[in-house]
């Protein structure tokens, strides 16, 4: 199971969302054919903050970033922690 905390930084988007990405992005950050962790995201996000995600089987930790507009990311995958280190 994978927990996600939303901690909200106060503030309202700034700037213009990037077109390319009506529809959100999904953030990958793992390497074929690496075992990895995944979990979509609530989007769109409130507004600027970080969803800090926690993988409750392999204990990985990491924070998204977000700007509470169309182009945030809706989704993460990741490293798993049970893979071992990586070369």
């Known amino acids: 199971m994978i927990a996600i905390e939303w901690v909200d930084s106060g503030r309202e988007p700034q700037c213009a969302p990037d ?3 009506p529809k959100g992005i999904d ?10 962790c995944f979990t979509e995201l ?5 507004r600027c903050g970080r969803y800090v ?3 409750g089987e392999c204990g990985h930790r ?8 169309p182009d945030d990311p809706r989704s993460v995958r990741f490293p798993c922690g049970k893979e071992g280190p990586r070369s």
């Open 62 to 69: 990491l924070a998204v970033t977000t700007a509470g507009r």
């Open 27 to 36: 953030i990958v950050l793992a390497r074929a054919p690496e075992k990895t």
């Open 53 to 55: 995600v926690t993988c």
């Open 19 to 21: 077109p390319a990405y």
């Open 42 to 46: 609530p989007y769109p996000a409130k």
